[in-house]
């Protein structure tokens, strides 16, 4: 499988301020996606990175709070601007990428950052 | 969209102890993922089973799709076994990559 990564690995902010994520694979993938994980919740998706356009937000979650580039096939950025208390939580890249063709559709997890906004 | 529910959302074992976790889905999936998320956050990737049955040492996984539902077995538990279940499904179409979670199952092993 491929090889995530993400940084920060932690971070506590200041309300009002703004925190950029880098998450940077091993290998070249089409699909990346963005996901928050709220405490003591489950998973859920903000938005597709896609490579050469913009990125495709879900129901709730917008450009303007949540900016995202993907310069290329390995890289992606997910910014939480004007930070609240409330969007403390854990923030996670996947790929869907598998080497195997049986599992041709297979989502990998980076580690994820973990947010705390003061 | 697509609706995930797991049960149970708790379960306590005593170490030795199996167990069943189960994942009902609302709608046909083109993949279906359980995840296991340790104390540190870290989703670790245990079966990518759409349809049929995979084993992996302790752990096994059957997904009947027609009817629905997947299950992970756990027989043997250990300490290290806690922690939550995820179970995540892709419905394809216009939901093509996105994983949809269920709400997970917090297992804790005693020793």
């Known amino acids: 499988s491929a090889v995530i990564s993400q940084k920060p690995s932690r971070d506590i902010c200041q309300r009002g301020t703004s925190l950029t994520i880098q998450c940077q694979v091993d290998?070249?993938?089409?699909?990346m996606f963005w996901y928050r994980q709220q405490p003591g919740q489950s998973l859920t998706l903000i938005a597709t990175a896609n490579q050469g356009s913009e990125a495709t937000y879900e129901s709730g979650f917008v450009i303007d709070k949540f900016p995202i580039s993907r310069p290329n096939l390995t890289f992606s950025t997910l910014t939480v601007s004007n930070m609240s208390p409330e969007d403390s939580s854990i923030y996670l890249c996947?790929?869907?990428?598998?080497?195997?063709?049986?599992?041709?559709?297979?989502?990998?997890f980076g580690p994820g950052t973990r947010l705390t906004v003061l | 969209g697509i609706q995930v529910e797991q049960s149970p959302p708790d379960l306590i074992l005593q170490e030795g102890a199996n167990s069943t976790l189960r994942c009902n889905f609302s709608?046909?999936?083109?993949?279906l993922q359980w995840f296991h998320q340790n104390p540190w956050g870290q989703l670790i990737n245990l079966f990518y089973i759409p349809s049929g049955t995979k084993q992996n040492g302790r752990l096994s996984a059957t997904t009947v799709a027609t009817e629905r539902y997947s299950l992970l077995y756990i027989s043997s538990s250990q300490t290290t076994d806690s922690g939550v279940y995820f179970c995540?499904?892709?419905?394809?179409?216009?939901?093509?990559?996105?994983?949809?979670f269920g709400q997970g199952t917090i297992l804790t092993v005693h020793p």
């Open positions: 709608d046909s999936v083109n993949n």
């Open positions: 995540a499904v892709e419905s394809g179409g216009t939901s093509y990559g996105k994983l949809t």
């Open positions: 996947s790929v869907e990428h598998s080497f195997q063709p049986d599992s041709y559709n297979e989502q990998f």
């Open positions: 290998s070249q993938v089409t699909m």
